[in-house]
C-alpha cells in the first residue's frame, strides 16, 4: 500500500548541530510532498513542499529538503539547529496512487527536541 | 483574517453522548478536511469536501457524520461518542489551483470517558 515513512519517532540534536529527519515515501509515481511542523497545542503549519521543478526546496525557518526520486526520499535538514526548532515534524504526500487529488497521507511524524 | 477556527477547543463527553465540532473559514477556499491526530500516529483523514454540497469519506469515518452547506462551515458530528474516538481533531482547508498546499485550524481536543 502507498504510504509515508518517517524513520525515528524522536530525533535529539544540541543546538547549533546539523538537524536531519527523513521520510520516504511509497508509490510507483512520484507524488508531491510536504513537510508541516507543529508545535505544542497547536495545529500543522506548511515548511516546504515540493510540486515540480527544483528537487531542492527551501522553506522558512532555515530548513530545506531533497527530492530523490531514486531514492523515494525526501529528507528535511537544517545546518544549525535553534532552540525553536523543538517542534513535532510530518511528512505528508499528495498522489501517493497517481495523479493530484488534493488529499494528504501523513507519516507517523517525528519529535525533535533541541538540547542546549 | 482569522484563517481555520474551530470551536470548542477542549470538551469532555460521555459514551453514547453526541456532539458537533465546528469548523470555519474565512479564506474563500473550496477544499476542507477533517483530520483526528492519535500519539505516534500522524493524521488520519476522517472526511474532506471539495466543495458546498459535497462531501466524501477519508481513511478512517467510521462513528463520524459531516454537512457542507456553505464554502465557509464544515461541522463534524459525532453520534454515539466510543472511548476510540478520543483525539485530538484538526480541521484544513485547500485550494483546487496551484499551491497544493492545507492550512490547519488549532484542533479541538475531546476526551470521552
Known amino acids: 500500500a502507498q504510504s509515508v515513512t518517517q524513520l525515528g519517532s524522536h530525533v535529539s540534536v544540541s543546538e547549533g548541530a546539523l538537524v536531519l529527519l527523513r521520510c520516504n515515501y511509497s508509490?510507483?509515481?512520484?507524488?508531491?510532498l510536504f513537510w508541516y511542523v507543529q508545535y505544542p497545542n497547536q495545529g500543522l503549519q506548511l515548511l516546504l513542499k515540493?510540486?515540480?521543478?527544483?528537487?531542492l526546496v527551501k522553506g522558512i525557518n532555515g530548513f530545506e529538503a531533497e527530492f530523490k526520486k531514486s531514492e523515494t526520499s525526501f529528507h528535511l535538514t537544517k545546518p544549525s539547529a535553534h532552540m525553536s526548532d523543538a517542534a513535532e515534524y510530518f511528512c505528508a504526500a499528495e498522489g501517493l496512487s497517481g495523479g493530484s487529488n488534493y488529499k494528504l497521507t501523513f507519516g507517523k511524524g517525528t519529535l525533535l527536541t533541541v538540547n542546549p | 483574517n482569522a484563517g481555520v477556527t474551530q470551536t470548542p477547543k477542549f470538551r469532555i463527553l460521555k459514551i453514547g453522548q453526541s456532539m458537533t465540532l465546528q469548523c470555519t473559514q474565512d479564506?474563500?477556499?473550496?477544499?476542507m478536511y477533517w483530520y483526528r491526530q492519535d500519539p505516534g500516529m500522524g493524521l488520519k483523514l476522517i472526511y474532506y469536501s471539495v466543495g458546498a454540497g459535497i462531501t466524501d469519506k477519508g481513511e478512517v469515518p467510521n462513528g463520524y457524520n459531516v454537512s457542507r452547506s456553505t464554502t465557509e462551515d464544515f461541522p463534524l458530528r459525532l453520534e454515539l461518542a466510543a472511548p476510540s474516538q478520543t483525539s485530538v481533531y484538526f480541521c484544513?482547508?485547500?485550494?483546487?489551483?496551484?499551491?497544493?498546499?492545507?492550512?490547519f485550524g488549532p484542533g479541538t481536543r475531546l476526551t470521552v470517558l
Open positions: 508509490s510507483s509515481v512520484p507524488p508531491y
Open positions: 515540493y510540486t515540480t521543478g527544483a528537487t
Open positions: 484544513a482547508t485547500g485550494t483546487s489551483g496551484g499551491t497544493h498546499e492545507q492550512f
Open positions: 479564506m474563500n477556499h473550496n477544499y
